[in-house]
Nanobody
Framework: QMQLVESGGGLVQAGGSLRLSCAAS????????MAWFRQAPGKEREFVAV?????????????ESADSVKGRFTISRDDAKSTVYLQMNSLKPEDTGVYYC????????????????WGQGTQVTVSS
């Protein structure tokens, strides 16, 4: 089992930036695809970004919903530090929510049901 701990959340004004970190332990990070999901109050958990495991060359994919994060958020990983990052720029109030890091011992997936390792979440609040 892999343990995940998120950090870096907080309160920021619209247009600002935050960098979330997800520290992993218990397994070799390179053998996991790593994703970020978020959940706003009263809404379902939704996919934000994912970076593939070593056998996919670390390919990335971003949510393409109406409030798309593509072009504003960047997911990256440092397997030597067992850490995954989510750089969030040009933040909008719609980005507010609890952000969760998740790990999957397999190819990348956009579905939360494919991930069996989750962190406790970190709160991101964007004020207008």
């Amino acid at each position: 089992q892999m343990q995940l701990v998120e950090s870096g959340g907080g309160l920021v004004q619209a247009g600002g930036s935050l960098r979330l970190s997800c520290a992993a332990s218990g397994r070799s990070l390179s053998t996991y695809s790593m994703a970020w999901f978020r959940q706003a109050p009263g809404k379902e958990r939704e996919f934000v970004a994912v970076i593939g495991w070593r056998w996919s060359g670390g390919n990335t994919y971003y949510a393409e919903s109406a409030d798309s994060v593509k072009g504003r958020f960047t997911i990256s990983r440092d397997d030597a530090k067992s850490t995954v990052y989510l750089q969030m720029n040009s933040l909008k109030p719609e980005d507010t929510g609890v952000y969760y890091c998740a790990a999957r011992n397999g190819p990348l997936s956009l579905s939360p049901f494919d991930y069996d390792n989750w962190g406790q979440g970190t709160q991101v609040t964007v004020s207008s």
